[in-house]
């Protein structure tokens, strides 16, 4: 290349033996070219820069929106869950308000001022699942007494044995059978037809079930709590030691065995096997 002060001459030859050849290119030419590729280059690297920022912006706006996404389920769940926690410790209040007269168990504090006063809004959803867990304590408590007592009052003597009237009652009496003197009658005598079914008046387990003495055939009940109920005079026995029987199911038949001058039921009721009138246990049920 050869430089004058207006040209630059680029001298090349196609081949070994041609004849060689010149280019004169202005200078100003050249500046241009440089000035245009330069600018170029600049261009794109900008170019690629901005490109590089946007795919920066994109992700961080996806991010974001994933972001938002996610809290907007966690919203959503938080919201479903507070409603279900609301539902729930409705429903418990009103099993607790049902038990509460026959547990005796005082509502706990927290549970009362759930839902009582404050500014809108202030009751969380953690004051609920507290809430929720103190009443469900409670009701546990509640149900444990409420099924004890239950037990006791399935297992409590309640009724009568059979349909029929009372021919002698609890306490002393004259002699039935004859002869002057009197008696300590230790139980109801209830007449009424041979072969009627006599009912266990409350839950429990046989202890006895045969003949014994002047009962005759006899069933005898053991409920639990001290006490225990006999059923004498049967003309058949439909349990055996060992059973355990609910109130109404059917032990035996009414009949005359052992001491007895007619068919009926002689039913007695004790505690800690003292013999106490069982008129004080037949309020509700069959006369």
């Known amino acids: 290349m050869i430089e004058d002060k207006r040209f630059y001459t680029f001298v090349f030859a196609p081949t070994a033996k041609s004849q060689l050849r010149k280019l004169n290119v202005p200078h100003n030419v050249i500046y241009a070219i440089l000035g245009f590729a330069i600018v170029g280059l600049l261009t794109v690297s900008y170019g690629a820069y901005r490109l590089a920022q946007h795919a920066v912006l994109v ?42 007269v026959n547990s005796g168990v005082s509502r706990p504090d927290e549970v009362s001022r759930i839902g009582q006063g404050g500014p809108e809004g202030e009751t969380t959803v953690s004051d609920i699942e507290r809430a929720t867990a103190a009443l469900e304590t409670e009701l ?14 399935s297992s409590t003597p309640n009724g009568w044995p059979v349909r029929g009237y009372i021919t002698d009652g609890f306490g002393m009496r004259g002699n039935p059978f004859g002869g002057g003197g009197s008696e300590v009658h230790a139980g109801l005598d209830i007449a009424t037809n041979h072969g009627t079914a006599i009912e266990s008046t409350a839950d429990g387990i046989v202890i006895f079930a045969g003949p014994h003495g002047g009962y005759g055939n006899v069933v005898v009940v053991d409920h639990g709590y001290g006490l225990t109920t006999r059923y004498a005079h049967m003309s058949g026995i439909d349990v055996k030691v060992g059973d355990h029987v609910t109130r109404g199911k059917k032990i035996g038949a009414v009949g005359s065995t052992g001491r007895s001058t007619a068919p009926h039921c002689h039913y007695e009721v004790r505690l800690h096997d003292r013999p106490v009138n069982p008129l004080n246990y037949v309020s509700v049920g069959r006369s």
Do not use: C, G, H, P
């Open 59 to 100: 992700a961080r706006l996806n991010l974001i929106q994933d972001e938002n996404r996610q809290l907007k389920e966690r919203n959503q769940e938080a919201e479903s869950k507070y409603d279900l926690l609301q539902t729930r410790l409705a429903a418990l209040d009103t099993t607790q308000r049902k038990l509460a």
């Open 140 to 153: 546990r408590q509640m149900k444990d007494v409420f099924d004890k007592n239950q037990i006791r009052l």
